[in-house]
């Protein structure tokens, strides 16, 4: 994440005190300045000298890191790491200067043109931190969803709009699908989407389009009520009112005839056992 806190040097590396064109009277921060990265202190630090000289924290770390004991890049004399103390007086007094949004200065010192105020945050430096923390909208912030860096200020936008984050089918399937494949999810598999039935193109719901074919749909190919008295043809179900009126003769006749033909066997039925009952009543 950017903070741009931290003034860079002419190689680009980081240095670790703060620029000084964030503060608003730059006049008395002037004498402020750490020997080693040239910038205004940040968390001063007496390097424990017999002058007391102050540095930035950083940049004394970086100092003793090869050695602990070294000469004080100010007046050479011998002085050790574990001397090295916080200066509470001159960070107290440098914590109520007043600063502008170091976000906001860093776009305009970088910038070839006007640059417009995107953030007009004036404070203490001893709230500086938590304005760009928690509230500065120039600060980059990674999207949960994607793991873009975007500015706080543009974050709310591009989560509701971000392809990765899962959002509720808008047709109330109750699935929750990533924004960028929503439109395949419809298309393809949301069981709430309309459909054109292939024979009769009467919208139906997916998820009832096989019942639909099935049982409902009036272009479907189905027996004639009749068949199992003989009646054959296959038709439409929208067919069927008009083949009933056209054939009801026909249909009676068919059913007189079955029932005739079922009223036969059930006599030969009784025939047979009617012998058998005879046969055992004499064997007796």
């Known amino acids: 994440m950017s903070t741009a806190l931290l003034s860079d040097t002419n190689d680009g590396s980081k240095k670790s005190g703060y620029d000084v064109g964030i503060f608003v009277d730059q006049n008395c921060v002037s004498d402020h300045k750490c020997a080693i990265c040239q910038c205004v202190f940040n968390e001063p630090m007496s390097i424990g000298c017999d002058m007391g000289h102050v540095f930035c924290k950083q940049c004394l770390a970086d100092f003793f890191k090869d050695n602990d004991s070294k000469p004080c890049p100010l007046d050479q004399q011998l002085v050790n790491k574990k001397n090295v103390s916080p200066n509470?007086?001159?960070?107290?007094?440098?914590?109520?200067?007043?600063?502008?949004?170091?976000?906001?200065?860093e776009k305009t010192?970088?910038?070839?043109?006007?640059?417009?105020?995107?953030?007009?945050?004036?404070?203490?430096l001893s709230d500086m931190r938590?304005?760009?923390r928690e509230q500065c909208g120039l600060v980059l912030m990674r999207c949960e969803f994607c793991s873009e860096d975007k500015q706080r200020?543009?974050?709310d936008e591009h989560v509701e709009m971000c392809g990765e984050r899962q959002i509720p089918c808008p047709l109330h399937c109750s699935q929750?699908?990533?924004r960028r494949l929503m439109d395949a999810h419809i298309d393809i598999e949301c069981s709430m989407k309309l459909l054109n039935c292939d024979d009769c193109k009467e919208s139906v719901l997916r998820k009832d389009m096989?019942?639909?074919?099935?049982?409902?749909?009036a272009e479907r190919l189905c027996k004639?009520?009749?068949?199992q008295y003989g009646c054959t043809p296959m038709m439409k179900v929208k067919e069927l009112q008009a083949h009933a009126a056209q054939n009801e003769v026909k249909h009676l006749q068919l059913t007189v005839e079955h029932l005739k033909n079922e009223n036969n066997g059930l006599r030969n039925d009784i025939s047979v056992l009617q012998n058998k009952l005879n046969s055992v009543c004499e064997g007796s």
């Open 88 to 105: 509470k007086y001159v960070e107290r007094w440098m914590g109520s200067l007043q600063v502008v949004c170091p976000l906001q200065y």
């Open 109 to 124: 010192v970088n910038a070839t043109s006007n640059v417009k105020v995107e953030c007009d945050w004036k404070g203490c």
């Open 130 to 132: 938590t304005h760009t």
């Open 153 to 155: 200020k543009d974050m």
């Open 176 to 178: 929750s699908v990533k």
């Open 210 to 217: 096989a019942q639909h074919q099935a049982t409902e749909c």
């Open 224 to 227: 004639c009520p009749y068949a």
